[in-house]
């Protein structure tokens, strides 16, 4: 298996109930180390350029707005089949269809306030890593 890094967020919604220690337990329970991670307020410009890719959907303000209403902690995660595994750790975007134990089914509010963000593909993450961390920031 190959080791990969991958990028998350932890959300407004839970940064704001002080759960960004219950969610790395569960991220380094499975096998993910944290490289990387600092705890930024997100402008309006960088959400609205991160999230570009939703930019013609209708949600696209909305989420903006939610990414810019309190702290996030960006992250770089490194382990084997780093991508699938946090997506798998994360649950379903919907909370109500993710599987028990997940951070979504255990933690989200709602489909918007999910608690987490995590890149879907190696290429997704090497964009996403690099618009919040320089390399010398990433500590293996």
Do not use: C, W
Request: charged content about 25%.
């Amino acid at each position: 298996m190959a080791i990969e890094r991958t990028f998350s967020i932890i959300k407004p919604d839970a940064t704001k109930r002080n759960l960004t220690g219950a969610i790395n337990a569960r991220l380094e329970e499975n096998g993910l180390r944290i490289v990387a991670q600092k705890r930024i307020q997100m402008t309006e410009t960088q959400a609205k350029k991160f999230y570009e890719v939703h930019a013609a959907r209708p949600f696209y303000g909305e989420l903006v707005s939610f990414m810019i209403s309190g702290p996030v902690v960006v992250q770089v995660l490194e382990g084997e089949n780093a991508v699938l595994k946090n997506r798998e750790i994360m649950g379903a975007t919907n909370p109500n269809d993710a599987a028990a134990g997940t951070i979504r089914k255990d933690f989200a509010e709602s489909i918007e306030a999910n608690s987490v963000h995590g890149s879907d593909s190696l290429e997704n993450a090497a964009i996403e890593i690099a618009y919040f961390f320089s390399g010398t920031e990433i500590i293996g």
